[in-house]
């Protein structure tokens, strides 16, 4: 079983990422022109390091970031890292349930504990794109290299969600039935309060640096690298236990209704193109770009549906005729 549940990994997500390498480094250059298309056309990375995504340690080599082969992959390496170890975790969770959890708490602070030391000790500022061009060059290389890309400093949200995943499978557990009804319902005010501090803080937290141009102080900064995406997935966490215990309101049903169930399977593919629409948009501008409130929202519709429509081709022609291919394989075994 365990090596089904890795087969069944590797098998769902690589035939997509190796064609979208494949056109990325072959026929996507034919697609555009202008004077900035050459900076599409000069990618040697692919060449030189594709196996590495198809080994999914794209994260880790090679060891400069702008090195690279479709820079956007570092996801799925973090991704198939943390699967490759989650069984471990799971494991330790239904043996000894107690000790699950504290192995959880560990790492989880773990997490924000090693990303603090990598900050202080390279001296890294906040590295979003909004403030790069107030910070050196070296900085922002150091925050990609040592931070952005590295499953240390980004598994807080997989903890989360290996921890929500496990209350909800052990509900009789931590069943909140036997509480009164005002407990309860206290209870879930205040963790869907806690849950708006925790998604606004982390989406918001930047806004007035990122209109001033400024950086924000090195504890400050700190602070917020090394908890912004952790504090996301516990927001997020609770959504999704509100959500399912029954307490999510307006929100469970827009988040559970039927339109979003055909989105979500062209998704994956959705991440994996969505540069392709961004690039050939901007590498074939002729004319300077100017932001506005309604032309961000043009483009920005204009992207996302470029990005499904390619993603559909994706979906049709390459996943859906392999994850048939599993399934007969697996069929024929049995």
């Known amino acids: ?22 056109f990325w480094t072959t026929l996507y250059n034919f697609f555009g022109s202008g004077p900035f298309w050459f900076i599409q056309q000069d990618e040697p990375n692919c060449q030189k390091y594709w196996w590495t995504n198809m080994l999914y340690i ?12 479709v820079s956007w992959g570092w996801y799925l390496a973090c991704d198939m890292q943390f699967y490759i170890f989650s069984p471990i975790v799971i494991s330790v969770l239904y043996k000894y349930p107690r000790r699950g959890m504290a192995l ?41 290299d040592k931070i952005y890309f590295k499953p240390w400093t980004r598994c807080g949200p997989y903890i989360v969600g290996l921890a929500v995943g496990y209350i909800l499978r052990r ?9 009164p009804r005002m407990v309860k319902l206290i209870f879930y005010l205040f963790g869907w309060c806690v849950a708006f501090i925790c998604l606004g803080s982390t989406l918001y937290g930047l806004y007035s640096f990122a209109h001033s141009h400024t950086l924000m102080g090195e504890v400050a900064s700190i602070v917020y690298m090394s908890t912004s995406r952790s504090v996301w997935g516990l927001g997020l ?4 236990y509100a959500c ?57 519709l204009g992207i996302v549906f470029a990005s499904f429509l390619a993603s559909y081709i994706v979906t049709v022609a390459v996943e859906m005729p392999f994850f048939e291919m599993e399934k007969v394989f697996f069929s024929r075994r049995k």
């Not at 966490?237 to 999704?240: A, F, P, Q, R, Y």
């Open 104 to 144: 959880l708490l560990a790492l989880f602070l773990a997490n924000i504990g090693v990303t603090v030391c990598l900050a202080w000790y390279y001296h890294i500022q906040i590295g979003d794109f909004i403030t790069m061009d107030v910070q050196p060059k070296s900085h922002i290389d150091d925050f990609m």
């Open 237 to 240: 966490g609770w959504l999704v």
């Open 171 to 179: 509900k009789e557990t931590f069943s909140l039935d036997l509480m």
């Open 58 to 69: 794209n994260n880790f080599y090679p060891t400069n970031a702008k090195d690279e082969c």
């Open 1 to 22: 079983p365990l090596a089904k549940f890795y087969f069944h990994r590797y098998w769902r997500l690589t035939p997509s990422y190796l064609f979208v390498i494949m």
């Open 244 to 300: 399912h215990t029954g307490y999510g309101g307006y929100i469970n049903s827009i988040l559970s209704a039927s339109f979003w169930t055909p989105l979500s399977r062209l998704s994956y593919n959705v991440y994996l193109v969505h540069i392709f629409a961004i690039r050939l948009y901007l590498y074939t501008l002729n004319v300077p770009f100017y932001y506005n409130d309604v032309t961000m929202v043009i483009l920005y």
